[in-house]
């Protein structure tokens, strides 16, 4: 199971890590933190040297009732941390965070070698064409609405088969146009209640009858730190204990704020597990 990433075959068979990078002001764990050079500079140099195989920048929080953000906001703010990282650090593997198909073709245009949409093409009609037209790895995400409107839309008769259902019609059109390389993401946290996250994970190994690479990404999230009555800063060991489960059910990518812990629950799960 393997995704082309600039002529480079990268293999999921094995879970790789994608650490998060924020260049936003309003995230909700790390909106703000990376702001100027040296800080962007410091935290993908850890990410890297931590073992992330992929470094997710995104400038447009996701978060639920998160603001808008113009295009061209979204464009000025990624675009020079793209070119800043692939300066200091030319081999990093960097994925686009964006839903707009312009700001994709921008980042790709930068030197980044995945998209990774939150809306799989239901916010932007032009973004499978473009993916298709950049031939680059496209991970595919389950939500509902956008950022503004998506936790009024948690309503289902039978989640995770809606959900197979929706990627299945996703999956169909990506290939339909050409697109090689896909991955899925449930979308934890996005137009889902905290008993909906749950029971998404409790059935996670049956995306694996999509026969594509699952990436998941629960990192100090809500369905964490709410169950647990703290906050994202206290999320870390409820993080780790997810992630181990995701990896037990099939997951390929975990993404994450904290690589290290990441790379090392990878590693004792691969113990237990020799096929990764």
């Not at 996250?197 to 026969?211: A, I």
Request: some cysteine.
């Amino acid at each position: 199971m393997t995704i082309n990433c600039l002529g480079k075959l990268i293999d999921l068979s094995t879970p790789k890590v994608m650490g998060i990078l924020n260049v936003t002001p309003n995230s909700f764990f790390d909106g703000g933190k990376h702001s100027d050079e040296k800080s962007v500079l410091s935290q993908v140099k850890k990410m890297l040297l931590d073992g992330a195989a992929f470094i997710d920048i995104g400038a447009y929080s996701s978060k639920p009732s998160a603001e808008f953000v113009s295009e061209d906001e979204e464009i000025s703010r990624l675009i020079p941390i793209v070119e800043l990282v692939l300066k200091h650090f030319p081999e990093t593997l960097i994925s686009i965070d964006t839903f707009r198909a312009n700001v994709a073709k921008a980042g790709i245009k930068s030197g980044a070698c995945i998209i990774n949409d939150i809306s799989a093409g239901s916010l932007d009609a032009t973004m499978m064409k473009t993916v298709a037209k950049l031939q680059v790895p496209y991970v595919m995400m389950h939500m509902k609405g956008n950022p503004q409107t998506m936790q009024s839309l948690a309503h289902y008769e039978n989640i995770t088969k809606e959900m197979l259902f929706y990627f299945s019609e996703k999956v169909a059109e990506a290939r339909s146009l050409g697109i090689n390389d896909l991955i899925i993401d449930p979308g934890f946290g996005f137009a889902k209640t905290l008993e909906q996250n749950f029971e998404v994970m409790k059935n996670l190994e049956l995306f694996q009858m999509l026969e594509l690479p699952i990436l998941v990404g629960v990192s100090r999230k809500s369905m964490i730190y709410k169950t647990l009555e703290t906050s994202a800063d206290f999320a870390l060991n409820g993080t780790t204990v997810l992630n181990t489960i995701a990896l037990q059910k099939g997951a390929n990518i975990l993404r994450v704020h904290d690589v290290k812990e990441a790379v090392e629950t990878i590693k004792l799960v691969s113990h237990l597990y020799p096929e990764y």
